[in-house]
């Protein structure tokens, strides 16, 4: 499927949009003292491949805030790109932490297994969709959740193959990357990469060729027919399980699953989790008790304060206004998402869907030095993307919008940024 972006003649190379970063030399209010400091340690002591979209430090958050290591405040629409759905230093959450810590920090799995790792496994198992017998692994990260998931279903099928689609991320270890469907930064130096991985494209209606409605979805037909092509020319499909329902095979979920410590689950039916043998699945530190612990009272709050019907009502509330600023600045080309993951893809000619990635870079900017952190995103890095936790207030929510309508009025003023690269 030819790209886009290149079939257009006024737009810039690929690899010029695609090296565009945050301007952090546009308007920048000087970072103070601690801030300074803290960006010259980061300097000499982090590989620069360990990219931050903010040079700021937190020093503490409450809910949906945070504040820096020079008593700045921000309004944290980010949230640890998506970890924080309970919202920083979440009280139930500190409480089961220290609690646990105080009874023992780990012992690892394999040597005695914590029981807040089994209770945490059957919980996931219960509120989980699948009326089937299950079973729960935990490891330490999301691309750790997705490398197990592909070896249980081989263990399961004996079957190598695997399809995954463009424009996806899967993460940063070796198998992860391979699925993973964007090229730089995260691939690009990184082969060679593991084998037997099937890419397909992913509808992406916005950018297809036909300039589709996303909400529509009749320009997808093509990538439909695309995935039935590989079925005939590359993977055979008889391992494959059509649902109709969601009712998945294997579940992944990580990010906000312990109020931001590194837990990560593959949930699945009994008898696929059941295939690798013993000693095959696992790791030192999967399934940490504290870990563990704080996941368990994540899923409390999630129950006791609504946090899934929230998240709806703050997804509503974003669209809504996006939707406003879709009217009002040509630069919002599209606006999508779902639940409280809400995004909105800048362009710069709405004819041409010209990706703006020098301007969501500058938005960056713009909203940070109005005290509201945000991240981008899209294979293209134009889009501008929420996730704010699920327990930020009405009056919050209603001021991190104002903020990024002020942002997007102070870019849509600005001239054309040029694409630059690191
Ligand atoms: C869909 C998806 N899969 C996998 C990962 C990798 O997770 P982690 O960074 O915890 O390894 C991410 C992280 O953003 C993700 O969004």
Same mark, same amino acid.
């Given at each position: 499927m030819?790209?886009?972006l290149?079939?257009?003649p006024?737009q810039?190379?690929l690899g010029?949009?695609?090296?565009?970063?945050?301007?952090?030399?546009a308007?920048g209010r000087?970072?103070?003292?601690?801030t300074?400091a803290l960006?010259?340690?980061?300097a000499?002591y982090?590989p620069?491949?360990v990219?931050?979209?903010?040079?700021?430090f937190?020093?503490?958050?409450?809910?949906?805030?945070?504040?820096d290591?020079?008593?700045?405040?921000?309004l944290?629409f980010a949230?640890?790109?998506?970890t924080m759905?309970?919202?920083h230093?979440?009280?139930a959450?500190?409480?089961?932490?220290?609690?646990q810590?105080q009874?023992?920090?780990?012992?690892c799995?394999?040597?005695?297994?914590p029981p807040?790792?089994?209770?945490l496994a059957?919980r996931?198992?219960?509120i989980?969709?699948g009326?089937?017998?299950?079973? @729960?692994?935990?490891?330490?990260?999301? +691309?750790? #959740?997705?490398?197990? %998931? *592909?070896?249980?279903?081989? !263990?399961a099928? /004996?079957?190598?193959?695997?399809?995954?689609?463009?424009?996806?991320?899967h993460g940063?270890?070796?198998?992860?990357?391979?699925?993973?469907?964007?090229?730089?930064?995260?691939?690009?130096n990184f082969?060679?990469?593991?084998?037997d991985?099937?890419?397909?494209?992913?509808?992406?209606?916005y950018?297809?060729?036909?300039?589709?409605?996303?909400a529509?979805?009749?320009?997808?037909?093509e990538?439909v027919?695309?995935?039935?092509?590989?079925?005939?020319?590359r993977?055979a499909?008889?391992f494959a399980?059509e649902?109709?329902?969601v009712?998945?095979?294997?579940?992944?979920?990580?990010?906000?699953?312990?109020?931001?410590?590194?837990?990560?689950?593959?949930v699945?039916?009994?008898e696929?989790?059941?295939?690798?043998?013993?000693?095959?699945?696992?790791? @030192?530190y999967?399934g940490n008790p504290v +870990?563990? #612990?704080?996941?368990? %009272? *994540?899923?409390?709050?999630? !129950?006791?304060? /609504?946090?899934?019907?929230?998240?709806?009502v703050?997804?509503?509330?974003a669209?809504d206004?996006?939707?406003a600023?879709?009217?009002r600045?040509p630069?919002?080309?599209?606006?999508?998402g779902?639940?409280?993951?809400?995004a909105m893809?800048l362009?710069r000619?709405?004819?041409?869907?010209?990706p703006?990635a020098?301007?969501?870079?500058?938005?960056?900017?713009?909203?940070r030095?109005?005290?509201?952190?945000?991240i981008?995103?899209?294979?293209y890095?134009?889009?501008?993307?929420?996730l704010?936790?699920?327990?930020?207030?009405?009056?919050?929510?209603?001021?991190?919008?104002?903020?990024?309508?002020?942002?997007?009025?102070a870019?849509?003023?600005?001239?054309?940024?040029?694409?630059?690269?690191?």
């Amino acid at each position: 499927m030819a790209k886009q972006l290149k079939a257009s003649p006024v737009q810039p190379p690929l690899g010029q949009l695609l090296l565009a970063q945050p301007a952090q030399a546009a308007t920048g209010r000087a970072p103070g003292p601690a801030t300074q400091a803290l960006q010259d340690e980061r300097a000499r002591y982090l590989p620069r491949g360990v990219f931050t979209y903010h040079s700021i430090f937190p020093a503490s958050g409450t809910g949906a805030r945070l504040m820096d290591v020079d008593g700045n405040r921000y309004l944290d629409f980010a949230g640890g790109i998506g970890t924080m759905n309970v919202g920083h230093s979440h009280p139930a959450v500190v409480a089961a932490i220290e609690q646990q810590a105080q009874q023992y920090t780990h012992t690892c799995a394999h040597v005695a297994t914590p029981p807040p790792y089994i209770e945490l496994a059957r919980r996931l198992t219960e509120i989980t969709p699948g009326a089937f017998a299950k079973k @729960t692994l935990l490891v330490n990260s999301g +691309a750790e #959740a997705v490398e197990n %998931a *592909v070896k249980i279903a081989r !263990a399961a099928t /004996g079957r190598s193959a695997i399809i995954a689609f463009e424009n996806s991320f899967h993460g940063r270890t070796n198998l992860a990357l391979s699925l993973t469907g964007k090229l730089r930064p995260y691939r690009q130096n990184f082969g060679p990469f593991a084998l037997d991985i099937h890419t397909v494209p992913y509808p992406y209606c916005y950018q297809c060729a036909q300039h589709g409605d996303a909400a529509a979805g009749d320009c997808c037909r093509e990538w439909v027919s695309t995935l039935e092509r590989a079925f005939l020319t590359r993977v055979a499909p008889e391992f494959a399980c059509e649902h109709s329902g969601v009712e998945p095979d294997l579940l992944l979920m990580a990010k906000s699953l312990a109020g931001g410590l590194p837990l990560a689950a593959v949930v699945g039916r009994a008898e696929l989790m059941d295939a690798p043998l013993p000693g095959g699945l696992g790791g @030192t530190y999967g399934g940490n008790p504290v +870990a563990c #612990a704080a996941a368990l %009272a *994540v899923l409390d709050v999630f !129950a006791r304060e /609504g946090l899934v019907e929230r998240a709806s009502v703050l997804g509503a509330l974003a669209l809504d206004r996006m939707r406003a600023w879709q009217v009002r600045f040509p630069l919002v080309g599209d606006v999508r998402g779902l639940g409280a993951m809400v995004a909105m893809e800048l362009v710069r000619d709405r004819a041409l869907r010209t990706p703006a990635a020098g301007e969501a870079a500058n938005l960056l900017v713009e909203a940070r030095e109005r005290g509201l952190l945000l991240i981008k995103a899209g294979l293209y890095d134009n889009v501008i993307r929420l996730l704010m936790p699920l327990v930020t207030t009405d009056a919050e929510m209603a001021e991190g919008l104002d903020l990024l309508q002020e942002a997007l009025a102070a870019v849509s003023a600005q001239p054309a940024p040029h694409a630059e690269a690191h």
